[in-house]
Each structure stands twice: as structure tokens, then as C-alpha cells.
Nanobody, 117 residues
Framework: VQLVESGGGLVQPGGSLRLSCAAS????????MSWYRQGPGKEREWVAS????????TYTDSVKGRFTIARDNAKNTVSLQMNSLKPEDTAVYYC???????????WGQGTQVPVSS
């Protein structure tokens, strides 16, 4: 199983960035997909989730209205569009795949997103 994130990088406050996660080794359409992040000196926190068919999404309060999670089951990818970025969004962002059927949880290696002028 591999989850490979991409799209991270330095961005200025107020800017936008789109993260992607490519999954392999799983039946992607049967997994709920999420993004988590871990800021400097902080614990990892949940950011957003999207269910298997992609018709229901949830977000942590601090990113509502700014971030959008989406999935493409044909391409085995999940994305996180991040707009109006703030310095407090600085973190390593991780892709997560969860199956409640098989009771497994997979993680990507993370991609860094520094938000700074």
C-alpha cells in the first residue's frame, strides 16, 4: 500500500495551494480518505474527510470555507485545495486512507506546507 502526497511548498499568507495524494495497493473507492496535519511543536490533527462515493465531506472548523477536499475514484487520488492560507496553516500535511470494513488505516509520508511571507 502506498499513499504519496505531492503539491506542498512555501506559500505566502493569503495564497493558495493544492495538495494531491495518489493511492496504490488498495481498492481506493472503498476507503474513506482524509487529510491530517502536524504543525511545528503540535500534535497531528484531523483537517478534512471525504467518504467513499465523495458525496459527503467534513472539515475541522478552522479550515471551513477555505479548504476543499475532493476525490477521483477513477484515478485513485484525493486532493485538498487550500485557499486564503494563514501562517497557522503551516504544517506537514498527511494523507490517510481508512477502511472500517477491514479495520485498517494507512498514512502517506507527508508533504510540507510553510505559510510565510
Amino acid at each position: 500500500v502506498q499513499l504519496v502526497e505531492s503539491g506542498g511548498g512555501l506559500v505566502q499568507p493569503g495564497g493558495s495551494l493544492r495538495l494531491s495524494c495518489a493511492a496504490s495497493g488498495i481498492t481506493f473507492s472503498t476507503y474513506a480518505m482524509s487529510w491530517y496535519r502536524q504543525g511545528p511543536g503540535k500534535e497531528r490533527e484531523w483537517v478534512a474527510s471525504i467518504i467513499t462515493l465523495g458525496d459527503f465531506t467534513t472539515y475541522t472548523d478552522s479550515v471551513k470555507g477555505r479548504f476543499t477536499i475532493a476525490r477521483d475514484n477513477a484515478k485513485n487520488t484525493v486532493s485538498l485545495q487550500m485557499n486564503s492560507l494563514k501562517p497557522e496553516d503551516t504544517a506537514v500535511y498527511y494523507c490517510n486512507a481508512r477502511s472500517d470494513t477491514y479495520l485498517v488505516n494507512y498514512w502517506g509520508q507527508g508533504t510540507q506546507v510553510p505559510v510565510s511571507s
